[in-house]
């Protein structure tokens, strides 16, 4: 058994463990009820919500799948961010696709 994924909360952490398993590959969760100890147990990746493959010639494939996860991830986060109209100058938050003020596309 390997540790392959630290997550920062129980819900992401099975997110992932369904995207490890739907590739065929067999994990299993640990640390899940440290998680309700938070505040009283320093965070630590011993104490962390933690992914393991249980068998470790699959770990790349594994990594890989998280990869795609973490990237996916870094690009949405990044969308969510603020963004300023080039046709009038107003600023609009980054769940929008077109300016709330001149309704132009976001480019």
Same mark, same amino acid.
């Given at each position: 058994?390997?540790?392959?994924?630290?997550?920062?909360?129980?819900?992401?952490?099975?997110?992932?463990?369904?995207?490890?398993?739907?590739?065929?590959? @067999?994990?299993? *969760? &640990?640390?899940?009820?440290?998680?309700?100890? !938070?505040?009283?147990?320093?965070? =630590?990746?011993?104490?962390?919500?933690?992914?393991?493959?249980?068998?470790?010639?699959?770990?790349?494939? @594994?990594?890989? *799948? &998280?990869?795609?996860?973490?990237?996916?991830? !870094?690009?949405?986060?990044?969308? =969510?961010?603020?963004?300023?109209?080039?046709?009038?100058?107003?600023?609009?938050?980054?769940?929008?696709?077109?300016?709330?003020?001149?309704?132009?596309?976001?480019?």
């Amino acid at each position: 058994m390997k540790k392959v994924y630290i997550a920062r909360d129980i819900a992401e952490l099975y997110y992932v463990k369904g995207l490890v398993e739907s590739q065929g590959i @067999a994990c299993k *969760v &640990i640390n899940e009820n440290l998680y309700s100890l !938070r505040g009283e147990l320093p965070v =630590t990746e011993e104490t962390a919500p933690t992914l393991c493959i249980l068998d470790d010639s699959q770990f790349a494939a @594994a990594r890989e *799948v &998280i990869a795609d996860y973490e990237k996916a991830n !870094r690009e949405t986060s990044t969308d =969510t961010a603020n963004w300023v109209c080039k046709a009038c100058g107003e600023e609009s938050e980054g769940q929008f696709s077109e300016c709330w003020n001149c309704l132009t596309p976001r480019t």
